[in-house]
């Protein structure tokens, strides 16, 4: 599927969730400076504003907690202990509802540049919800993957980010495992002795 097919909003919470790729261990918010660039190339911030380590740290723990939520949207078990540090990051990200701009959206009810950008963060959540594509915001079913997509299956059913990779090598895996399984010989129970 084309980015463009992705709604915006689905796109900035997905893309936002893609900032660490477990799969390679990859990092990209590694600093105050690096989560200022991707606010602001998105437009969500000034280049020039100066982020803390502690708007670092917030923007970290608001992401794995998204994750997690993702997970339980692809049917997994999520940890908890995430999503509730997913509700105390959300609480220090204040929000007030307007009507400027037209519709109802959220904005920082904080006053600082960190505290703007994670409400955007948060009002694209509350607008997925809006527009009923919160559900198909997803993590791959691989457990190495957990990477972030967008399910637009007409049954919301998809279960990898992709599935000429991930969802390949799952499949093949499972083939692999089960034809082992045929291979192997039945296991004799043991014989009684008399004794």
């Not at 100066?50 to 999520?78: C, F, K, N, Q, Y």
């Not at 959300?90 to 904080?110: D, F, I, K, S, W």
């Not at 809006?130 to 049954?155: E, P």
């Not at 082992?180 to 004794?195: G, L």
């Amino acid at each position: 599927m084309s980015d463009e097919a992705v709604p915006p909003a689905v796109r900035l919470v997905r893309d936002f969730v893609n900032t660490y790729e477990p799969q390679v261990d990859e990092e990209s918010l590694t600093t105050p400076d690096r989560l200022r660039d991707w606010f602001a190339e998105r437009q969500l911030i000034p280049v020039d504003t100066r982020l803390s380590p502690a708007d670092l740290a917030l923007a970290v723990t608001i992401r794995e907690g998204l994750r997690a939520v993702l997970l339980r949207h692809a049917g997994h078990r999520t940890d908890p202990t995430a999503v509730a540090r997913l509700d105390e990051a959300l609480a220090a990200v204040p929000v007030r509802m307007t009507l400027a701009g037209g519709g109802p959206h959220l904005q920082a009810a904080g006053d600082t540049i960190a505290a703007r950008a994670l409400a955007q963060v948060v009002d694209a959540i509350r607008q997925c919800a809006q527009d009923q594509t919160w559900a198909r915001l997803k993590v791959c079913d691989r457990d190495t993957c957990r990477w972030a997509y967008y399910d637009a299956s007409r049954n919301q059913t998809r279960r990898w980010c992709s599935m000429a990779g991930c969802g390949n090598y799952v499949k093949m895996r499972r083939a692999y495992a089960a034809r082992a399984d045929r291979r192997r010989p039945p296991a004799v129970p043991p014989q009684p002795t008399d004794a």
